[in-house]
């Protein structure tokens, strides 16, 4: 079956500006997860949800950052009034049911470039 | 504060060597620990998974020890192959039953034919 899939895959936006990355999970995964990675950084989680439970919203670095995922499916992350320090790769995952030790899936990421 | 580093930032070995790459952690008490791999513009791929309670786990031309009394984590690749260069991420959970989990800023590893 098909992997987590993100889109668009590279964005180029200005300084302001609003953006929305999209993040099609694997069909039946229940939990689902955001993380950013800078260059020569780790991983950075953003945010997390699983099923219909209140999202875990702890890793989001300021108020301009939202995400929703609509259906226990499809999520979007927006970032509003981007700022340069805002370009890294935004990768999402999903696995079965977010339980302690599962392992991740993650999507190729979307690379977003803020002039 | 707590805190995971992956021993070096790139690591070159030669073709058919084993290569050790290390994962240390600080203020952690995990409950397990993950490897993954990631290659340039694609999205980490999950290898192995070790629990506390577990010293070694291995699978296929991969090892993974887990000591968390020196609150360390080796991952060892034998025989290696130009085909296994990479960047490789150790993870933690932050404890039992926590879905969160910690990356280090990883290890680039080069096998040089």
């Known amino acids: 079956g098909a992997g987590v899939s993100q889109s668009p895959s590279n964005k180029v936006t200005e300084k302001g500006k609003d953006v929305e990355l999209r993040c099609d999970p694997i069909s039946g995964h229940t939990a689902l997860y955001w993380y950013r990675q800078s260059l020569g950084q780790g991983l950075e989680f953003l945010i997390y949800?699983?099923?219909?439970?209140?999202?875990?919203k702890s890793g989001l670095p300021s108020d301009r950052f939202s995400a929703e995922r609509t259906g226990g499916s499809v999520s979007t992350l927006t970032i509003q009034r981007t700022q340069q320090e805002d370009s890294a790769v935004y990768l999402c995952a999903s696995s079965p049911q977010g339980a302690s030790g599962e392992k991740l899936f993650f999507g190729s990421g979307t690379q977003l470039s803020v002039l | 504060s707590q805190k995971i580093e992956q021993n070096s930032e790139a690591l070159n070995i030669q073709e058919g060597k084993t290569a050790t790459l290390t994962c240390n952690y600080t203020n952690y008490s995990p409950a397990y620990l993950q490897w993954y791999r990631q290659d340039p513009g694609r999205g980490p791929v999950f290898l192995l998974l070790?629990?506390?309670?577990?010293k070694e786990k291995r699978k296929e031309r991969l090892k993974v020890t887990f000591d968390t009394t020196l609150k360390q984590s080796l991952f060892h690749i034998t025989a290696s192959q130009p085909a296994d260069s990479a960047t490789y991420l150790c993870a933690l959970s932050s404890g039992a039953g926590s879905y969160q989990l910690t990356f280090g800023k990883g290890t680039k590893l080069s096998v040089i034919p």
């Open positions: 070790i629990r506390e309670n577990e």
């Open positions: 949800f699983q099923g219909n439970s209140a999202p875990d």
